[in-house]
């Protein structure tokens, strides 16, 4: 039985992702978890593993595809090779829906290759990959509006091979080889790029460039009946309009595009909306049938602007400057990750109202202790880190101190209060700052929390790691104790309500009340959203922190 | 600091281009093989074209006006002052350019250009220097060049082209015009009306590919009359030059081949990208593969310092259209959000009558099934179009029937270029034809076509009965 895998649900509020690459192939023998491509969204970049065993029969997503949540990516034989099955259906009764396909395979390959019979030229065979050639003035994709052919199919030079539609017509693009059909690349309503591989083709002959220009639908419909036996007759006709294409005079495709869906602004209008970085197409007019004004694109922009948080009212927008006026610059697009950090963080930093509490924990004693533990540890992953403890002594904080512990709906005036205790930490990666969550804190031995930010950092850094293990956060770390610092402020992870930031621990004396003596300590800043949180329940609870780490046996006794 | 940019190629599109970027004060080095600008439209195109266009018309209406008791002699026709004063008209439009340019304080280099890499040109000085230019911005404006078949391009004096035909070297007897496009009928015209007995062969089934037939149909009726012979689907094999003459076998709809002699022939099939010679293996640059540069809606080529403009990036190739690519190249420089994304451009035929189009044709329609309706208006409902003789034309709107919004306009008769700019402007604003119905036009006027073509639309125009028809 052939089954399809899907992409599976992503998290909160994401319905797509970009397809980074494809890991497996058509053939390919996969088993359950392993990664079927890797995408990127606004969060992260990710594997995407398959949760089916089997042989894949069909890729039908490619690099550059953008990928739906529900859409399917690959077709899975589970019973293994796609030959047997095809045994199979053949001896066994066949379905229907699969008899239909086949005689309908069976009809395509009739109508199309009358000659089926005949023996294949011998000759080595190839697998050549057929790429959408050029298809015309400043076109450089297109829609593809069906695909003609499937995987098995034989097809021969210049048969059409998918429709397209661009800017200027629909035309089928015809292949520029014979053979098999091995793999579609390409499926229905996806974009093309001019050099996108559409299919891979088993083929015994020499392959044409792909042909510079692909001819209009309807003068092809009306060509193929007599393909065969006219084909002279073709070429000589399809030489007159070569030539006569070469004569023709202006005014043939050179009109701009106004059609029926063309957005009614005046250039004006068009003009603004575009300075201001809105879609004009996207803008609601409010003149008759739909006329879209200079006050429809302002208040568009406002909505849009407003809707970001309250917080953002009344802000101007200050235009950049022109700071090649002042030196070289080069403009580099942002990654997806550093865009959704930019907006993520500055909806965080308009919308809570931060406050940062400072503190120092003394660990003099448990650094002693720590070394301790770590020379018996055999593997550097067992170590104890500071993290670790962090963490620990993080989870059971937020039992004791539960608004700690919540989020805020200020639609609704609740808070809302966690029953778990999840710790996002946040790992610096080569492809930015990424926030991994340890699942169940507070019910971890420090150990096992050391083992899994260790596993999660890993993953993190290498971009294998999984959408789920960076959703669900209930307080964060973040830990530049490492690179150095006295204190910072850290922003609260929205919507989370408090972060807890580690500088680097220094001995500094510390008056014992008799004498200075030196102590290492460890500098901790604490962010929080006042919205749910008092200056004095922060203080209350950096200090709980504080003595948690200087008396571990108050996470046994309050813990 | 100011930024710095270079034009290569001064015709309306680099001179547009480069005044604009002097406006906006930046410093700018015009480049132009000429010693003033103007390019193809000034020197041998649009201008001097429209000049002698001007004279034929003169000629053709005081024929006509024995039909309305006047009667003048024959015109003698002095061909020696006719080209001088054609002269005259460009060197006074070209000369005010250069005055322009000094005014502007933009650096104009007579010669001629070529890239060595993405910020370097080599520029070839009319007066024989050479020298390297360095450059932050380049705008790429080196139009088209005439195309020719190669087969017939034979070595003789007696073959044209739109060039050499715009010199008048004398009145033919006889003129084959190969070619039914605009060049070939505009030119074709002024021939006739100075006496030639014109023939034009086109290779498809209608004269000027593309218009729709219905605004062609008035224009190919009054060729007939006045030209010796219109040839469709038919197309010139052979040509070989012979006493007094150019021998020409010509392949006829039938497939018979025709031997003629005539005084000249005309070859106007089109024009190409003039892109040979500018090094643009040099850049980043890319063409397509029929020679255009690939631009992006910011006019940038593949090099990001590089824009490319006008003819050479494609068709239309229209001095409008160069020109206002010209100045959104400039504002791209600037820093300005921009596009070049025009709703409509304006293609006319400056024939007698004119032909003028603009935004959706029927034809376009119909090949892309949108869904239309039309309303025309024909020019023997208008009293205007009756003072002056002229009832062949038709003014005709390319409506949305769900919005009723204007898509397209297609303008034939006298004066049908002037007046199609009302249409663009409409087709910008998105305007709809209650708004072409409402707005008053001046009476009377030809401009009352466009007006009463949307009364047509509602059945309710006052000079013309149809009534709506009811579904």
Not at chain 1, 259 to 265: C, D, L, N, S, V
Not at chain 2, 300 to 318: C, K, R, S, W, Y
Not at chain 2, 422 to 437: I, S, Y
Request: include cysteine.
């Amino acid at each position: 039985m052939s089954k399809e895998f899907k992409l599976p649900e992503l998290g909160e509020n994401i319905e797509s992702a970009d397809v980074i690459s494809v890991l497996v192939k058509s053939g390919d023998k996969i088993e359950k978890e392993q990664g079927i491509i890797e995408i990127e969204t606004d969060k992260a970049t990710v594997e995407v593993p398959s949760s089916i065993e089997g042989t894949v029969s069909e890729v039908l997503v490619k690099q550059g595809d953008k990928v739906k949540v529900g859409q399917v990516l690959i077709k899975v034989d589970e019973n293994g090779k796609e030959e047997e099955q095809k045994k199979e259906t053949e001896k066994i009764e066949e379905k229907p829906e699969e008899k239909k396909e086949k005689a309908k395979a069976e009809k395509k390959d009739e109508k199309k290759k009358p000659s089926q019979e005949k023996p294949k030229p011998k000759g080595e065979k190839s697998i050549v990959e057929m790429k959408l050639p050029e298809l015309g003035e400043n076109i450089e994709s297109a829609s593809v509006i069906a695909v003609l052919v499937k995987e098995g199919d034989n097809i021969e030079k210049d048969q059409g091979v998918i429709e397209i539609e661009t800017d200027k017509a629909t035309v089928e693009v015809p292949s520029n080889v014979r053979g098999k059909v091995l793999e579609v690349l390409v499926k229905e309503g996806a974009k093309a790029k001019v050099g996108d591989t559409l299919i891979k083709v088993e083929t015994s002959e020499e392959v044409e460039e792909p042909k510079p220009e692909v001819k209009p639908k309807e003068e092809r419909k009306k060509e193929e009946p007599t393909k065969k036996e006219e084909k002279k007759k073709v070429e000589e006709k399809e030489g007159t309009k070569e030539e006569r294409k070469k004569i023709q005079l202006p005014g043939k495709d050179d009109q701009p595009p106004i059609t029926k869906g063309a957005a009614p602004a005046a250039p004006s209008v068009r003009r603004l909306a575009r300075e201001l970085g809105a879609n004009i197409n996207d803008i609601p007019g409010t003149g008759p049938a739909g006329r879209i004004s200079l006050d429809d694109v302002k208040a568009y922009v406002k909505n849009i602007n407003e809707s970001v948080g309250a917080a953002g009212r009344g802000i101007k927008k200050e235009e950049l400057l022109d700071f090649s006026k002042f030196g070289k610059i080069e403009r580099k697009e942002m990654t997806g990750i550093r865009q959704k950090t930019a907006q993520h963080l500055s909806y965080a930093w308009m919308t809570i109202p931060h406050v940062t509490q400072y503190d120092k924990a003394d660990i003099t004693e448990l650094e002693k202790v720590r070394k301790e533990m770590n020379q018996k540890a055999k593997d550097n992953k067992d170590k104890l880190t500071m993290t670790a403890i962090l963490a620990k002594v993080s989870a059971s904080a937020l039992k004791v101190f539960p608004q700690f512990n919540s989020s805020v709906d200020m639609d609704k005036n609740e808070i809302i209060y966690k029953k778990y205790s999840h710790i996002g930490i946040a790992v610096d990666t080569e492809n930015g700052l990424i926030v991994p969550v340890i699942r169940n804190a507070d019910i971890k031995n420090m150990t096992e929390l050391a083992k899994d930010i260790n596993n999660l950092a890993e993953k993190a850094r290498s971009r294998k790691i999984s959408l789920d293990d960076l959703q669900g956060a209930c307080f964060t770390i973040t830990n530049l104790g490492g690179i150095g610092g006295t204190a910072f402020s850290p922003i609260v992870n929205s919507p989370e309500v408090a972060i807890l930031g580690v500088s680097r621990g220094s001995y500094e004396p510390v008056y014992n009340g008799e004498e200075f003596e030196p102590r290492l300590m460890l500098p901790l800043s604490l962010s929080y959203d006042h919205r749910v949180i008092d200056g004095a329940d922060a203080a209350r609870f950096l200090r709980w922190v504080c003595e948690a780490i200087e008396n571990p046996m108050k996470l046994l006794v309050e813990g | 600091m100011p930024k710095q940019v270079t034009v290569i190629g001064a015709g309306p599109g680099g001179y547009a281009a480069a005044f604009l970027a002097a406006d906006l004060g930046m410093n700018v080095t015009l480049i132009d093989k000429e010693k003033n600008p103007g390019g193809v439209c000034l020197y041998r195109g649009c201008i001097p074209s429209k000049a002698l266009l001007h004279v034929a018309k003169l000629i053709t209406e005081a024929g006509e006006a024995k039909e309305w008791g006047i009667e003048f002699a024959k015109p003698k026709i002095n061909l020696d002052r006719l080209r001088e004063w054609k002269n005259e008209v460009v060197a006074k439009q070209t000369g005010g350019l250069g005055q322009l340019l000094k005014a502007k304080k933009i650096n104009f280099i007579q010669g001629t250009a070529a890239f060595l890499n993405s910020s370097t040109l080599k520029i070839k000085k009319t007066d024989g220097k050479t020298e390297e230019h360095k450059f932050e911005n380049a705008i790429i404006a080196a139009g088209s060049k005439i195309a020719t078949i190669l087969s017939l391009d034979i070595k003789s004096k007696r073959l044209l082209n739109s060039t050499s035909a715009l010199d008048l070297p004398e009145i033919p007897k006889r003129l084959l015009v190969i070619g039914g496009g605009y060049i070939g009928l505009e030119l074709g015209s002024v021939y006739a009306s100075l006496g030639t007995k014109v023939s034009v062969v086109e290779m498809l089934s209608g004269l000027l590919p593309g218009a729709d037939r219905d605004l062609v149909s008035h224009l190919a009726k009054r060729i007939e009359k006045s030209y010796e012979k219109v040839m469709l689907d038919s197309k010139v094999t052979e040509m070989k030059e012979v006493k007094n003459g150019i021998e020409v076998i010509i392949k006829d709809k039938e497939g018979k081949s025709i031997t003629d002699t005539y005084d000249y022939v005309l070859m106007s099939i089109g024009r190409k990208p003039r892109t040979d010679g500018l090094g643009l293996e040099n850049t980043k640059v890319k063409v397509n593969e029929r020679g255009w540069i690939k631009v992006n809606k910011q006019m940038q080529t593949d090099d990001p310092n590089i824009f490319a403009i006008g003819d050479i990036v494609g068709e239309p190739m229209l001095a409008h259209k160069a020109s206002h690519e010209g100045r959104t190249a400039v504002e791209v420089i600037n820093g300005e959000k921009v596009a070049f994304e025009p709703m409509a451009i304006p293609a006319v035929v400056f024939t007698d009558p004119e032909i003028a189009w603009a935004g959706l044709t029927e034809t376009q329609a119909k090949e892309k099934n949108i869904i239309y309706e039309t309303a025309k208006f024909p020019w023997a409902a208008s009293g205007r179009a009756s003072t002056l003789g002229r009832s062949d034309g038709v003014t005709k709107l390319i409506v949305d029937p769900e919005t009723e919004r204007l898509l397209g306009i297609g303008i034939c008769g006298p004066g049908a270029g002037e007046l199609i700019a009302e249409g663009v402007l409409a087709l910008e604003m998105g305007a709809n034809l209650t708004d072409l119905k409402l707005t008053i036009h001046p009476h009377p006027t030809l401009s009352e076509t466009i007006m009463e073509s949307a009364e047509v639309f509602f059945g309710q125009s006052s000079h013309l009965h149809r009534p709506k028809r009811k579904y």
